[in-house]
């Protein structure tokens, strides 16, 4: 299944609209489902929301963002949570459920899950562009089964992330 093959849950334009607990537009990426529950065409370019939903497993790749904030909210079991501002301020913390990470535009960062959960995530309008680009959209909602997992090819993160302000840190050491 392609994001051609897949109609968006997402109004066009912003109006007022409801969705249930599991409704969104949904996308694997790696061994996670994002869903998706506003992005800035619903918001007029102000924000964007999603769950993440996953298990214990490897972490995301390094990277920042030069224009996007991004937030972690802990709903359900616990992250690991890297930040690194660039300036001498390296930190990592596991966040637990009730917990929340912020990661400014310019800061690299990555996160694992170390116990299955769901993250809540609001970033700058456009960030969920790049899981449209690099997901499998799927209509099952839930944590994939690992046969479903979905590993894009590295050029294509690479080629995608360029053109959605997610840029990868190559060779970056994730830290104690």
Avoid: C
Avoid at 46 to 56: E, L
Wanted: no cysteine; charged share 20%.
């Amino acid at each position: 299944m392609t994001a051609a093959d897949v109609t968006s849950a997402l109004p066009n334009v912003p109006a007022p609209y409801f969705l249930g607990e599991a409704d969104g537009d949904k996308l694997v990426l790696f061994d996670q489902l994002f869903t998706l529950l506003t992005t800035g065409t619903q918001t007029d370019g102000q924000f964007d929301a999603f769950f993440n939903d996953g298990r214990p497993g490897q972490a995301v790749p390094p990277h920042f963002h030069a224009l996007t904030h991004e937030t972690f909210f802990v709903m359900e079991g616990a992250i690991r949570l890297w930040v690194d501002d660039q300036q001498g301020n390296r930190q990592t913390r596991i966040l637990e459920a009730g917990e929340f990470g912020y990661v400014p535009k310019n800061t690299i960062h990555s996160y694992r899950i170390e116990r299955t959960g769901r993250i809540f995530g609001i970033t700058s309008a456009g960030f969920t562009d790049f899981f449209r680009a690099v997901g499998r959209p799927t209509a099952q909602a839930g944590i994939p089964e690992p046969a479903d997992f979905h590993i894009p090819p590295l050029e294509l993160l690479g080629a995608e992330g360029a053109k959605h302000d997610v840029n990868f840190v190559p060779g970056y050491e994730l830290f104690d």
